[in-house]
């Protein structure tokens, strides 16, 4: 069974950082890409950033510059550095991951969600 692991969330102070990291484990294939997503009260899903098994990144524009996503594919870990964190940033963080659990079409599988609270 495919599974993926978050942690690293919590509470920090607005300019503060955060460094989640999200774990895949399980039968799998392969991993095209993995990415974080976040989700505030009252608000849709949004992605945040994505990395493909190549490197190439996305983020969202309001993290440019201040996020930065990597990953360690022997770890099958990717990581988000969070730098200069503003009060909206707040919301439950995603791991997303695009895998294959065997030769065929890829599925996107979710964490369980990290709660990031920035205030003062």
């Known amino acids: 069974q495919v599974q993926l692991v978050e942690s690293g969330g919590g509470l920090v102070q607005p300019g503060g950082s955060l460094r989640p990291s999200c774990t895949a484990s399980?039968?799998?294939?392969?991993?095209?890409?993995m990415g974080w997503y976040r989700q505030a009260p009252g608000k849709q899903r949004e992605l945040v950033a994505a990395i493909t098994s190549g490197g190439s990144t996305t983020y969202a524009d309001s993290v440019k510059g201040r996020f930065t996503i990597s990953r360690d594919n022997a770890k099958r870990t990717v990581y988000l550095q969070m730098n200069s964190l503003k009060p909206e940033d707040t919301a439950v963080y995603y791991c997303n991951g695009r895998m294959a659990p065997a030769p065929g079409s890829p599925y996107d599988y979710w964490g369980q969600g990290t709660q990031v609270t920035v205030s003062s």
């Open positions: 399980g039968s799998i294939f392969s991993i095209l890409a």
